[in-house]
């Protein structure tokens, strides 16, 4: 963990509440994907913790909702705004165990620590699969980015405006042969992918969280292998030992 | 050069700054941070007889200046405690530690006290009366001069180690409880513990916490806490840890003046990991800025 003075870059709308924020600073605390960050935000008490789409050297790329009014007063926010940022949270995904050809499945807002997953996985010389589910073809982004690495990408949205009409779970049926899965998403569609997938995975958790770092407590949840901070033992944890 | 230095109990404490219970875990996660043996010392996650998972999630509510926890007294029980967590604690901590105790019966207070009693490590035991997120818990036993008493006697006759019991401001007279503690052989006070409080959801007009109600804390209920730590400070004639909200260098002076001789940090570590740390190399400059050489000489400066 690291707590670093960051400067916006830009921060633009990829849909009518879903934000892309590129910002300038010190990401060398940051070790794998699916890892997060916690952003202080003047004027609120708690940080708020997003997850990392992707990093280089000196910029941390953010996909963000507009939920609330912390998310909101970022959504405003221009270059060259500085934010205090706390970075290098949580395990993120080990792609050690993925085999060749991995499902990686995002479900909303739980797209975004899929794409540095997919470009880690990609440089690793394995070939990744990438599921997105939205609700409508509005709600859609960085299909093309991912498009781009050279992923095969699936889309499916409830409304069957683009892709697949239904659930990522739909996708998932139709594909044979993956060797492992990793996911983030809502809860309900993490545990409808825990009973449908017929490989091990690695599943992104959202709690809400005091610290982001461990010491609270706050964001606790209790596991096969023990109880496990959401924040600093997760947020990924594998699916044999989640108890739903 | 100004004097930081504060005593509790026949302990020196380098500077009056200590972490409270709950908000630094057993302290690894900031000694990744930092040095953590700048600190004046630091009270370890509160402790009971058994493992306790603790309530359902979520646990944490945003509020204005402050947060809502009802984390529930997640500990893995005092055997564990000593077994693990205090071996650790001591390769990245080498001062005395004050080890906070919750219990559901008195008896479950001086089991879990006298275990700890006898652990070198340990400094001062730190006696919750007070945590608002266990139902028939301690803050039951902190809300009533008597029970308060039980504790303090039954804490104290398994002991060697200076009691300080912290209490609950959730109530209508702190004084007396503090008192009665007094009497019982309390050898300090430690206060406060969080204020009962609550939000509401207007998406899905329900609780935020999934236990309905917590402990509030931050920056918003200082002025409660200085207001109570001034009056039992004028009550007793045992040392008082202040604490409640504080968050800068000027807070712990603050504090002090309303006479507390040690200061406790809480909901800011878990926004600014490095408070602590920011406290102690930021007070000999507020000390000068304030024109207090010693720290000993401002405690309870404000009755004066």
Redesign the interface.
């Known amino acids: 963990?690291k707590?670093s003075i960051f400067t916006i870059q830009s921060n633009e709308k990829l849909t009518e509440s879903v934000c892309k924020m590129v910002l300038a600073g010190d990401t060398s605390a940051i070790t794998a994907a699916g890892q997060f960050v916690n952003i202080?935000l003047k004027g609120?008490?708690?940080?708020r913790p997003i997850s990392v789409c992707d990093y280089d050297e000196n910029t941390l790329t953010i996909l963000y909702k507009v939920v609330g009014k912390g998310t909101e007063a970022m959504s405003q926010m221009k270059a060259p705004h500085k934010l205090d940022i706390?970075t290098g949270l949580g395990n993120g995904y080990d792609t050690s165990v993925s085999g060749g050809k991995p499902l990686l499945i995002g479900g909303g807002v739980g797209v975004p620590p899929m794409y540095r997953l997919a470009k880690n996985l990609i440089a690793e010389g394995k070939h990744p699969i990438v599921i997105l589910g939205f609700n409508t073809k509005d709600e859609i982004f960085y299909a093309e980015e991912f498009e781009k690495l050279g992923a095969e990408v699936h889309i499916a949205t409830a409304d069957g405006s683009v892709g697949v009409k239904g659930f990522v779970t739909d996708v998932v049926k139709t594909i044979p042969d993956y060797t492992y899965f990793y996911t983030c998403g809502p809860e309900p569609m993490l545990k409808a992918l825990s009973d449908v997938t017929t490989t091990s995975g690695q599943l992104s958790f959202e709690?809400?969280?005091?610290?982001g770092?461990?010491?609270?407590?706050?964001?606790?949840?209790?596991t096969k292998y023990g109880?496990k901070r959401i924040c600093?033992d997760g947020p990924v944890l594998v699916k044999e030992e989640i108890i739903w | 050069m100004v004097n930081t230095k504060v005593t509790l109990s026949g302990i020196t404490l380098d500077n009056p700054v200590i972490p409270a219970s709950g908000t630094f875990g057993y302290g690894y996660e900031f000694a990744e941070l930092y040095d953590i043996n700048i600190l004046g010392s630091f009270s370890f996650k509160g402790t009971t007889k058994e493992p306790r998972f603790g309530n359902p999630t979520p646990r944490i509510a945003e509020c204005p200046n402050g947060m809502i926890n009802s984390v529930g007294l997640q500990n893995p029980g005092v055997e564990k405690v000593i077994s693990e967590e205090l071996p650790k604690l001591a390769k990245c901590f080498h001062k005395p530690v004050i080890a906070n105790v919750s219990g559901f019966s008195i008896e479950e207070y001086a089991y879990t006290c006298a275990l700890l009693d006898k652990e070198p490590q340990v400094g001062i035991l730190e006696v919750n009366v007070s945590c608002p997120n266990v139902h028939h818990g301690g803050m039951s036993f902190g809300t009533d001069p008597a029970a308060a008493a039980a504790v303090t006697k039954a804490v104290k006759a398994v002991t060697t180690k200076p009691v300080y019991i912290k209490l609950t401001p959730n109530v209508t007279d702190i004084v007396s409880i503090a008192k009665a503690c007094e009497e019982a052989g309390a050898d300090g006070i430690a206060l406060i513990n969080t204020m009962m409080g609550m939000r509401i959801d207007l998406k899905t007009k329900k609780p935020v916490i999934a236990n309905k109600m917590g402990g509030f804390s931050g920056s918003a209920i200082f002025p409660v806490a200085v207001r109570m730590v001034y009056q039992v400070a004028e009550a007793v004639n045992i040392p008082v840890i202040g604490m409640g909200g504080v968050s800068s260098a000027e807070d712990v002076i603050e504090m002090m003046l309303a006479g507390a001789t040690a200061v406790e940090i809480g909901a800011a570590n878990l926004v600014n990991p490095f408070i602590c740390k920011e406290i102690i190399e930021d007070l000999p400059r507020v000390m000068e800025k304030y024109n207090i050489k010693d720290l000993n000489d401002i405690i309870g400066g404000a009755r004066k």
């Open positions: 963990m707590q202080q609120f008490f708690l940080r706390l709690e809400r969280m005091g610290c770092f461990g010491a609270c407590m706050g964001c606790s949840c209790q109880n600093k």
